[in-house]
C-alpha cells in the first residue's frame, strides 16, 4: 500500500488532496470578489483576478491529478491503515459506498466547470476589447460566467463533502 506523501491536516487526507481542500476556501471568495469589481465596473481588475485564478487553478488541478494519478492511493487512504481506522463511508472490497458517489457527483462538476472556464475565458479574450468594456459580448458573457461561477462553487462544494466522507469520517 502506497498512500503517497501524507498531508498536514490531522486526517488521512494527502498534501495535495490538503492542499486542494483548504484551496478552495480562498478560491471561492476571491471569485465572489472579483464577480463584485466586475458588477461596480472595474473590468481591468476583474479580468485580471480571473485570469489568475484560472493559472492558479490550472496549476493546483494539474499538480493534483498528477498526484492522484501517480503517487497517491485515495482508496488505501479512505481505507485507512493500522492504528488509523477508515472511512465508514468508504468500502475498500466493493470500492463502493457513499464516498465514491460523492466523488462521481463532484467529478460531474469539476469536468463541466472545467470546460466551461476554458469556454467563458477565451470567449472573453476574443470578443471584448482590451482594456475590456462592456459590448455586444457582455449578456451571453454574464450568463455563461454566472452558471461558471455556480458550477465553480458546487465542485468545491462537492470536493469538500467528499473530502469528509472518504478522509475526516
Not at 472511512?87 to 463541466?112: E, Q
Not at 470578443?127 to 455586444?136: D, L, N, T, V
Not at 455563461?144 to 465542485?155: E, K, Q
Request: net charge positive; hydrophobic share 55%.
Amino acid at each position: 500500500m502506497d498512500r503517497g506523501l501524507d498531508g498536514f491536516l490531522p486526517w488521512r487526507g494527502s498534501l495535495m488532496l490538503d492542499v486542494v481542500f483548504l484551496a478552495m476556501f480562498l478560491v471561492i471568495p476571491v471569485l465572489a470578489w472579483s464577480i463584485r469589481q466586475a458588477k461596480a465596473g472595474r473590468y481591468l481588475l476583474h479580468k485580471r483576478v480571473q485570469l489568475v485564478l484560472a493559472v492558479v487553478l490550472l496549476a493546483a488541478v494539474g499538480a493534483f491529478e498528477i498526484d492522484m494519478q501517480l503517487f497517491t492511493e485515495w482508496r488505501d487512504r479512505a481505507a485507512g491503515w493500522p492504528g488509523r481506522p477508515g472511512s465508514p463511508y468508504y468500502d475498500k472490497a466493493t470500492d463502493g459506498g457513499l464516498a465514491v458517489y460523492a466523488l462521481w457527483v463532484h467529478l460531474l462538476f469539476a469536468v463541466s466547470t472545467a470546460v466551461l472556464w476554458v469556454y467563458v475565458i477565451v470567449q472573453a479574450l476574443r470578443k471584448f476589447p482590451s482594456p475590456p468594456q462592456p459590448g455586444p459580448h457582455s449578456g451571453s458573457h454574464v450568463r455563461w460566467a454566472r452558471v461558471a461561477a455556480w458550477d465553480m462553487f458546487l465542485t468545491a462544494l462537492t470536493g469538500w463533502v467528499f473530502y469528509y466522507l472518504a478522509f475526516i469520517a
